[in-house]
């Protein structure tokens, strides 16, 4: 079986609070978009995985796909699985993909094995793998809270706008960006900021990691400024970064070799 999952962005990401677990409470609009890997997924005499394209950092004890082969393993007798994953989303960029990859492997071996497992209990071990992977299960436009794992489906769509995201070479890890954070929040408005014309999102929707991570790392402020520059009505970090999007006019003129040493990709 061969499957595509696909990259998210964030549409402002405010942090409200740190909780008693440990983790953050958020506040967040998951978008997908058609930047996608390629994962092939077979049954076999063994597990095993190897990979193509992006380097992929870490080890296999981190893997999330391998993760998700052995939650089902716990809980159903399947055989082993070979995968291949041709990595085409950038890693530390804020943009899912690891967590995109491991929920893929879930649905992937629901429908190879006859699980018949229902999409709450899908929900539940994606869950197990991180607090952004249920949102792949769906993947529909989603109001996020909680650690990211209470969801809400929310009616955004974008397909009117050229979109154009840029990865530098900045992998920005997870304890990196909290430890940049100082924000603390009392109160949800990202669904509200969203009601406005997407022409005035650049005055409310923000992103709380951006001003520690543009501190740390100016080349990200000034692609997000090249965007604006270069006619973006909107343009913003995503996650906890380094990836930058902007949402242009279809007719738009992006002078990509504004960004030539970065990852470039664009959609419509």
């Keep these: 079986m061969i499957v595509f ?74 055989a082993p699985i070979s995968m291949h994953l041709h990595k085409v989303i950038p890693m530390g960029a804020g943009l899912g993909g690891g967590s995109s990859d491991g929920t893929a492997t879930l649905l992937a071996m629901n429908e190879i094995y006859n699980l018949n497992i229902s999409k709450q209990a899908l929900v539940n071990y994606a869950l197990e793998l991180g607090s952004d992977c249920p949102f792949f299960v769906d993947d529909s436009p989603s109001y996020a809270t909680g650690r990211g794992e209470e969801l809400k489906s929310i009616d955004v769509d974008l397909t009117a706008y050229k979109f154009v995201l840029v990865c530098p070479q900045i992998h920005i890890s997870t304890a990196e960006a909290f430890g940049n954070l100082n924000s603390d929040r009392n109160q949800l408005s990202i669904t509200k900021e969203l009601d406005e014309p997407v022409s005035k999102w ?66 419509g």
Excluded at 17 to 23: A, E, I, K, L
Excluded at 58 to 70: E, M
Excluded at 232 to 239: D, F, K, L, N, R
């Design 5 to 78: 999952p696909k990259a998210k962005i964030n549409l402002g990401l405010n942090i409200l609070n740190r909780r008693t677990d440990g983790y953050h409470n958020l506040s967040t609009i998951f978008y997908t978009i058609g930047l996608q890997d390629v994962m092939e997924i077979n049954p076999s005499g063994k597990i095993s995985i190897s990979f193509s394209g992006l380097p992929i950092k870490g080890d296999d004890s981190s893997n999330l796909c391998l993760k998700a082969f052995d939650l089902f393993k716990r809980d159903f007798n399947i």
């Design 202 to 267: 650049k005055y409310f929707l923000t992103n709380d990691f951006e001003a520690g991570a543009f501190l740390s790392h100016p080349r990200l402020k000034e692609i997000k400024a090249e965007l604006y520059n270069q006619g973006a009505v909107y343009a913003s970090m995503t996650g906890t970064g380094s990836a930058i999007f902007g949402l242009f006019s279809q007719d738009a003129e992006i002078d990509v070799s504004r960004f030539k040493s970065d990852y470039v990709w664009v959609e």
